[in-house]
């Protein structure tokens, strides 16, 4: 399945945030989105899910169309950047209402078997990421959108959590954005840089310096 979106125009109170966006995402590659702060990378995954209407926009699935608000054909899971479970379930019923296996969970993070009856507040606030993360990848869905995915993550989580997304994107669509380029730059096939209001595609890190991402002593 091919995405791709199309000739977006984005303003809040007459300042332009975004305009003539062109993005292209498919199954089996992961496409990542970099950019500084309020260079409009939550506001386009927000658009393309729906929650966000633009004055223009174009988005087709494999070349037809989509005329309904994305998140309303079923098709996509999204990750926003604030915590989203509701307070009074607990992990068992959580996984269940996502119809997502708790004993598969588990397998990949051994030491959340003890959460089991917890509450999102009875959790560390990166167990939580991790699990809503972990959610969203396993919701059964066709199109994946995840907003700063590491962010909260300790580094053995985000390794294992980069290893969950690689087995994930063989079979779906999944686009990510987050500040540690250098996970997204590890595993992403296709990386866009969005800057002055637009999406800049990058085939390497240099690039990432000339256009000021990166500073220029970046490792
Ligand atoms: N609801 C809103 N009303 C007005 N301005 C907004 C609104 N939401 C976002 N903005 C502005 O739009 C710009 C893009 O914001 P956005 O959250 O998309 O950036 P971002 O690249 O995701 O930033 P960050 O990396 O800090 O999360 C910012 O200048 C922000 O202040």
Redesign the pocket.
Not at 35 to 44: E, I, Q
């Given at each position: 399945m091919i995405l791709k979106v199309d000739n977006i125009e984005l303003s809040?109170?007459g300042r332009i945030?975004l305009d003539g966006i062109y993005l292209q995402a498919e199954t089996g590659k992961l496409t990542g989105i970099l950019?500084?702060?309020?260079?409009?990378?939550?506001?386009?995954l927000s658009i393309i899910y729906g929650t966000v209407s633009p004055k223009y926009k174009l988005i087709r699935l494999d070349e037809k169309p989509v005329t309904k608000k994305l998140y309303k054909t079923g098709l996509v899971a999204y990750l926003p950047?604030f915590s989203y479970l509701p307070k009074h379930l607990n992990l068992k019923q959580a996984f269940y209402l996502y119809d997502v296996s708790w004993e598969g969970f588990i397998k990949e993070f051994p030491s959340f078997k003890p959460l089991l009856k917890n509450k999102k507040d009875e959790i560390s606030g990166g167990e939580l990421r991790l699990i809503e993360t972990y959610l969203i990848l396993y919701i059964k869905v066709k199109i994946i959108l995840l907003d700063?995915p590491f962010s909260g993550l300790s580094p053995l989580y985000i390794e294992k959590l980069k290893t969950i997304i690689l087995k994930i994107k063989k079979e779906k669509i999944l686009i990510l954005?987050d500040?540690f380029y250098n996970d997204v730059l590890d595993i992403a096939d296709t990386i866009y840089l969005?800057k002055d209001r637009n999406l800049k595609l990058i085939d390497n890190k240099e690039k990432l310096v000339e256009h000021g991402y990166l500073p220029l002593n970046v490792k």
């Open positions: 809040y109170d945030i950019g500084r702060n309020g260079s409009g990378k939550t506001s386009l950047q700063e954005t500040h969005c």
